[in-house]
């Protein structure tokens, strides 16, 4: 079970991220087709990147709506991070409160 807080790592690239929203249920989560780690690893190679995969950017949210969960990347990489094997597409700003 994925907590808020819990951190991967891909055995692919140099993509790491931060748990922020959990899945609803249980769910895999891969970076360039393989397992993402619960420790840091050397990359072992993987899929290479393609032209639709973006890789991740630092900073960034990137979520899935079926499964609800929600990650931040912590360090930027050349592969996808997918939630069962749909691509988690990157999340849109939100709007702050107002402060009047």
């Known amino acids: 079970m994925i907590k ?7 055995t692919t690239c ?3 991220v931060v748990v922020v929203r959990p899945p609803k249920g ?3 989560l891969t970076c360039g087709d393989a397992p993402m ?14 032209e639709e995969d973006g890789g991740t950017l630092l900073g960034k949210r990137y ?3 079926d499964s609800g969960v929600e990650v931040m990347c912590t360090r930027a990489g ?3 991070i997918a939630a ?8 849109g700003a939100r709007a ?5």
Do not use: H
Request: hydrophobic share 35%; net charge negative; charged share 20%.
């Open 4 to 10: 808020p807080g819990t951190r991967l790592w891909s």
């Open 14 to 16: 140099s993509t790491a």
């Open 26 to 28: 249980d769910v895999a």
């Open 37 to 50: 780690a619960e420790s840091e690893q050397p990359a072992q190679g993987g899929t290479p990147k393609t």
């Open 63 to 65: 979520s899935d709506a």
């Open 78 to 80: 050349d592969n996808a």
């Open 84 to 91: 069962d094997g749909r691509v988690l597409l990157m999340a």
């Open 96 to 100: 702050l409160p107002a402060s009047d």
